[in-house]
């Protein structure tokens, strides 16, 4: 299916760049166990494929994940068997338990469109932890931090096949527009051509905070992360 194949895509492309999911998911996990050192379950929230729940599987004694996109959930079945994975849109979504630790990884949570949706989410991820529970959320940039317009461009080589990546990025209307063309040369399938358009909102550091601790968690926010967007950490109360 195309979608299934932009989403292995995807994940390969990022891989190929050098973007370590384990180093990452390892690095969740001493976070984690700084804040809660009995933590032995863990929800991760819009896990896409499933590349960060390959490391952290190993890391605590149950994991699952929770993604809106039915295609990079058929891929996160493939790679994760046994799993549970849940098709659900982070906003609003009951699985009927608790969790020692939530994440939401790679700035997914730019995805959400407004600060009563940013709220919902956050009140979604703390009916879903344990009191004392932990919170990781990765944010897309802040207004400040954002570029008016942005183009990028990578290859790719890996395993017979070819993917390159230009992009398109401008501000509009308090989010950054993404536009994304994905080619691909495949020694099999030959040639291919893949294409997004996604809005990511540009929420201040001070809206992140407030959503926290109207959700019930004292936060933290920590400089630097995967990629340099800084890293969201709260705790239930």
């Given at each position: 299916?195309?979608?299934?194949?932009?989403?292995?895509?995807?994940?390969?492309?990022?891989e190929g760049l050098?973007?370590?999911?384990?180093?990452?998911?390892?690095?969740?996990?001493?976070?984690?166990?700084?804040?809660?050192?009995?933590?032995?379950?863990?929800?991760?929230?819009?896990?896409?494929?499933?590349?960060?729940?390959?490391?952290?599987?190993?890391?605590?004694?149950?994991?699952?994940?929770?993604?809106?996109?039915?295609?990079?959930?058929?891929?996160?079945?493939?790679?994760?068997?046994?799993?549970?994975?849940?098709?659900?849109?982070?906003?609003?979504?009951?699985?009927?338990?608790?969790?020692?630790?939530?994440?939401?990884?790679?700035?997914?949570?730019?995805?959400?469109?407004?600060?009563?949706?940013?709220?919902?989410?956050?009140?979604?991820?703390?009916?879903?932890?344990?009191?004392?529970?932990?919170?990781?959320?990765?944010?897309?940039?802040?207004?400040?931090?954002?570029?008016?317009?942005?183009v990028a461009g990578?290859?790719?080589?890996?395993?017979?096949?070819?993917?390159?990546?230009?992009?398109?990025?401008?501000?509009?209307?308090?989010?950054?527009?993404?536009?994304?063309?994905?080619?691909?040369?495949?020694?099999?399938?030959?040639?291919?051509?893949?294409?997004?358009?996604?809005?990511?909102?540009?929420?201040?550091?001070?809206?992140?905070?407030?959503?926290?601790?109207?959700?019930?968690?004292?936060?933290?926010?920590?400089?630097?992360?995967?990629?340099?967007?800084?890293?969201?950490?709260?705790?239930?109360?």
């Open positions: 299916m195309y979608e299934d194949d932009l989403a292995e895509v995807y994940a390969t492309y990022y050098g973007k370590s999911y384990a180093t990452e998911a390892a690095r969740l996990r001493v976070l984690v166990e700084q804040l809660k050192p009995d933590a032995s379950s863990l929800l991760d929230s819009a896990c896409g494929s499933g590349e960060h729940l390959r490391g952290l599987r190993e890391l605590f004694d149950h994991v699952e994940g929770l993604e809106l996109s039915e295609a990079m959930l058929r891929v996160a079945r493939r790679n994760l068997p046994g799993v549970p994975l849940h098709h659900a849109d982070m906003r609003r979504f009951d699985l009927g338990r608790r969790f020692d630790a939530v994440t939401c990884m790679f700035s997914s949570i730019g995805h959400v469109a407004t600060p009563a949706e940013l709220n919902a989410t956050l009140a979604c991820f703390a009916r879903h932890l344990v009191p004392g529970g932990v919170v990781a959320v990765e944010p897309w940039w802040f207004p400040e931090n954002a570029v008016e317009r942005w990578d290859a790719v080589h890996r395993d017979g096949r070819t993917i390159t990546r230009v992009s398109h990025s401008v501000r509009e209307n308090g989010a950054t527009r993404v536009r994304v063309h994905f080619a691909v040369a495949d020694l099999q399938a030959g040639l291919h051509h893949f294409s997004e358009d996604y809005r990511l909102t540009l929420f201040s550091r001070e809206t992140y905070e407030q959503a926290f601790v109207d959700a019930g968690f004292a936060v933290e926010f920590v400089e630097g992360g995967p990629l340099g967007r800084g890293l969201f950490v709260g705790v239930r109360k």
